[in-house]
């Protein structure tokens, strides 16, 4: 894990906050959907089938700052779409950033050159490209040519900068320990990448591709078999220990989907940012409108193989900071 050491201690402190107020749900980090319109149609993802009249609506800054005030969490992770179409994303990330939230602005980096100019790297600011293997796999991915070429680009320049850089990327039934190791290690060691996010690919009810999701078995073999000879001790995986060991298969967690809430153009998405079962206006009324001991492998069908670290990463946390040994384990990392 190599989350940095103020934002690591921002989390703890929160989370202590938490359980001294005695709150048994609250966010770590939201995902704000500030738009649906996206400048790919990739195959593994459902936000551009929304109608057009909503694919043409942008969120109003007041309102997303809105909801994140109201939920307090910490994090925020904006996302779409792609985010940088927004026309006020520079001032919406200012805002955030004023309120001393830590920012992950998810990109395909395809507008990243032309944007870059209205941002300033901030120690609570970090771009996350979408990386989804090398060249020829990403570029399949996406369904466009040239695109894996355009984000290293992106990457260097933002570097170069002095911005801080993260990767985002989705592994389905057509990778192997081998292409697990090949791209985490080019963004890694060649890339030097300042943290990356893995995660298994989760069969989202809108995306076009629905035959290359992985199931819990094939998660867990896959990364056991990538993580052997000491990688995931090398790589810079931003993820708490007890998560990569989830994907292993080394322990297993209930779903906390509570902690990592989705918040779009329609609300607070139940039960979380791949499943839809409603919409309400409040966190507030998420948490209690929702049933959330309906939902989890075991119990809703639709979540038999997922493995997405938007369920689960919380109960990773949640579980560390239960450990003593853990928290220790994860501290070495940071």
Not at 221 to 238: H, I, M, S, V, Y
Request: hydrophobic share 40%; net charge neutral.
């Amino acid at each position: 894990m190599t989350m940095p050491l103020r934002q690591s201690l921002r989390v703890a402190s929160y989370l202590l906050g938490q359980k001294l107020a005695r709150h048994d749900k609250f966010p770590l980090i939201v995902e704000l959907e500030p738009l649906f319109a996206c400048n790919l149609k990739c195959a593994g993802c459902g936000k551009i089938q929304q109608p057009a009249s909503l694919l043409k609506q942008r969120m109003p800054v007041e309102q997303a700052l809105a909801a994140i005030e109201e939920c307090g969490a910490p994090m925020v992770s904006i996302a779409g779409g792609e985010p940088l179409m927004h026309p006020q994303i520079d001032v919406l990330v200012a805002e955030l950033i004023k309120r001393k939230k830590f920012v992950f602005l998810c990109t395909n980096a395809l507008l990243l050159p032309k944007k870059i100019d209205k941002f300033t790297p901030s120690r609570y600011f970090a771009w996350v490209v979408h990386i989804d293997g090398l060249k020829e796999r990403h570029d399949e991915s996406v369904c466009k040519e040239g695109v894996f070429d355009e984000a290293v680009a992106a990457i260097k320049e933002a570097k170069r900068r002095g911005f801080r850089v993260n990767t985002n990327t989705t592994f389905f039934n057509t990778d192997t320990p081998h292409t697990v190791i090949d791209v985490l290690n080019y963004l890694n060691d060649d890339l030097m990448i300042d943290d990356m996010q893995i995660s298994p690919a989760y069969a989202y009810e809108k995306a076009p591709d629905q035959e290359h999701f992985l199931g819990v078995t094939e998660t867990r073999e896959l990364f056991r078999k990538a993580f052997a000879d000491g990688n995931r001790q090398r790589w810079r995986l931003n993820h708490s220990p007890m998560f990569l060991d989830f994907l292993e298969g080394k322990t297993d967690f209930g779903c906390t989907a509570w902690g990592i809430p989705s918040y779009s153009l329609l609300g607070w998405q139940k039960p979380c940012y791949l499943m839809a079962d409603g919409y309400v206006q409040t966190y507030k009324e998420l948490i209690e409108t929702t049933d959330w001991d309906a939902y989890g492998r075991g119990k809703d069908p639709r979540c038999a193989n997922c493995m997405a670290h938007c369920g689960y990463e919380p109960s990773a946390v949640l579980a560390t900071m239960g450990s003593l040994k853990e928290s220790l384990r994860a501290l070495r990392g940071t």
